[in-house]
């Protein structure tokens, strides 16, 4: 379960495809038999010393991965380009005009929509994005009233199922990222000592721009986390949270959906 190399991956298993790697019949075909489309939402954001800047992105994509393992379905490419948060005056912090972002939303899940399919799980990486999809979402779903939309991040759609409170880049997200894809992180990193070149043009952010919360001190191993000590994660601990959220939502959609014949898990 902790090898993500897609290479390794054996595709005729996985019982999931790549959207963009289908043709126009494998998905007419794909859309009458498992009608399902995953959308892992992320963005690039510093995401700590010890986590690739794609975090959110990686870890809604590889979420994305778990539960249509359970389901069929398609996962869509990744949408990097997502807005707001607290990182903004960090470098390698890519925040994107909110209603750009909003756009490339809702002009896509409406299309995917309109293609037949019947279930859409938007899996955010990024917590930001639950507001955007809170605001632009519902009247869709009212629009397609006999389709199942769900949309959250892992603590929101994982909800009393899981119980798992969110941070950034600490203890709860290192402990996925070490069970998801443990080879982008590298907890030795977590180093003191690095000095004000960490920020853009080399100036750290006047105080009253500083997200409360948010770790601000380059040299302290744990900057621009926000959250309990990531020294203290453990890919365990992700495993024992991504359990309960891939059986809560795979049992919603086989709920909605009765699983295909010689597809994957039976319903329930
Ligand atoms: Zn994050």
Same mark, same amino acid.
């Not at 995917?112 to 955010?124: D, E, I, K, M, S």
């Not at 495993?239 to 319903?267: F, M, N, R, T």
């Given at each position: 379960?902790?090898?993500?190399?897609?290479?390794?991956?054996?595709?005729?298993?996985?019982?999931? !495809?790549?959207?963009?790697?289908?043709?126009?019949?494998?998905?007419?075909?794909?859309?009458?038999?498992?009608?399902?489309?995953?959308?892992?939402?992320?963005?690039?954001?510093?995401?700590?010393?010890?986590?690739?800047?794609?975090?959110?992105?990686? !870890?809604?994509?590889?979420?994305?991965?778990?539960?249509?393992?359970?389901?069929?379905?398609?996962?869509?490419?990744?949408?990097?380009?997502?807005?707001?948060?607290?990182?903004?005056?960090?470098?390698?912090?890519?925040?994107?005009?909110?209603?750009?972002?909003?756009?490339?939303?809702?002009?896509?899940?409406?299309?995917?929509?309109?293609?037949?399919?019947?279930?859409?799980?938007?899996?955010?990486?990024?917590?930001?994005?639950?507001?955007?999809?809170?605001?632009?979402?519902?009247?869709?779903?009212?629009?397609?009233?006999?389709?199942?939309?769900?949309?959250?991040?892992?603590?929101?759609?994982?909800?009393?199922?899981? !119980?798992?409170?969110?941070?950034?880049?600490?203890?709860?997200?290192?402990?996925?990222?070490?069970?998801?894809?443990?080879?982008?992180?590298?907890?030795?990193?977590?180093?003191?000592?690095?000095?004000?070149?960490?920020?853009?043009?080399?100036?750290?952010?006047?105080?009253?721009?500083?997200?409360?919360?948010?770790?601000?001190?380059?040299?302290?191993?744990?900057?621009?986390?926000?959250?309990?000590?990531?020294?203290?994660?453990?890919?365990?601990?992700?495993?024992?949270?991504?359990?309960?959220?891939?059986?809560?939502?795979?049992?919603?959609?086989?709920?909605?959906?009765?699983?295909?014949?010689?597809?994957?898990?039976?319903?329930?």
């Amino acid at each position: 379960m902790a090898d993500t190399d897609p290479a390794a991956e054996d595709l005729q298993q996985r019982g999931w !495809k790549r959207y963009e790697e289908l043709r126009p019949d494998e998905l007419a075909e794909l859309v009458q038999r498992t009608p399902v489309a995953f959308w892992p939402l992320g963005l690039i954001e510093h995401h700590g010393w010890h986590l690739p800047v794609g975090y959110d992105g990686l !870890k809604a994509e590889q979420l994305c991965r778990r539960i249509a393992t359970r389901t069929g379905g398609v996962i869509l490419p990744v949408m990097w380009w997502g807005a707001g948060g607290g990182h903004d005056r960090f470098l390698w912090t890519h925040y994107q005009d909110p209603a750009a972002t909003a756009a490339v939303l809702t002009t896509t899940a409406r299309q995917l929509l309109q293609f037949g399919f019947r279930v859409l799980l938007l899996v955010a990486g990024h917590y930001p994005w639950q507001g955007l999809l809170d605001e632009h979402l519902p009247p869709l779903q009212r629009e397609f009233d006999d389709r199942l939309l769900l949309w959250g991040t892992e603590v929101s759609l994982g909800g009393d199922a899981v !119980k798992r409170a969110g941070d950034h880049a600490a203890r709860e997200e290192t402990s996925y990222g070490l069970a998801l894809f443990p080879h982008l992180v590298k907890q030795g990193a977590l180093s003191p000592g690095r000095g004000d070149s960490a920020w853009p043009a080399g100036r750290p952010p006047p105080e009253e721009s500083r997200h409360p919360g948010v770790c601000f001190e380059p040299a302290d191993p744990l900057f621009a986390q926000m959250g309990a000590d990531a020294r203290t994660a453990s890919a365990e601990r992700g495993e024992e949270g991504l359990a309960l959220l891939v059986e809560h939502l795979a049992s919603i959609v086989h709920a909605y959906l009765p699983a295909p014949e010689g597809g994957a898990d039976p319903p329930g």
